[in-house]
């Protein structure tokens, strides 16, 4: 009896353990890390300026996937990869900000990838809108 209320304490404390470990991060819903990076690398603050050349080269990005998905699909879904490596390098400083801003951008980029890899052009339509009018205002009220 006893052996096997050890047996149980042991299941359960490895069953806490793998769930720790699978499901890493906060808990809060603000980690954002990619494989490989650290959480410092995640969460790193960038300059204003710093902000302003991404925010400016994302838009460069999504706005070119319409064009991109109706000429080449691959294309397209390599501009989104391209997208995405570019927002992880500042999205921090946006989800600092202005977390409500930060997440209209999320679904904007979101809409536009599903878009891609769905064949919906509507979907990036949506989301270059939806990114474009958060941006707009991230711009105007943290210049």
């Known amino acids: 009896m006893h052996t096997t209320h050890r047996l149980a304490q ?16 906060s808990g809060d819903g603000s980690d ?3 494989p490989g990076d650290t959480a410092a690398e995640a969460d790193e603050m960038v300059s204003p300026a710093e902000v302003r050349t991404g925010l400016a080269e994302v838009l460069a990005i999504i706005e070119s996937l319409p064009a991109l998905h109706a000429g080449d699909q691959a294309q397209a879904r390599e501009q989104v990869t391209a997208m995405y490596d ?9 989800r600092a900000d202005d977390k409500n801003l ?20 509507d979907k ?13 205002q991230y ?4 210049p």
Not at 124 to 136: K, L, M
Request: hydrophobic share 50%.
């Open 10 to 25: 042991w299941i359960v404390g490895a069953g806490l353990a793998i769930a720790v470990v699978a499901c890493g991060g």
């Open 139 to 142: 711009l105007a009220t943290h």
């Open 32 to 34: 954002s890390t990619r």
């Open 102 to 121: 930060y997440l209209q951008m999320e679904d904007g980029l979101v809409a536009a990838k599903i878009g891609v890899q769905e064949n919906r052009p």
């Open 124 to 136: 990036i339509d949506e989301g270059i809108a939806v990114f474009t009018a958060a941006v707009d």
């Open 86 to 94: 570019l927002w992880f390098e500042f999205e921090s400083t946006i």
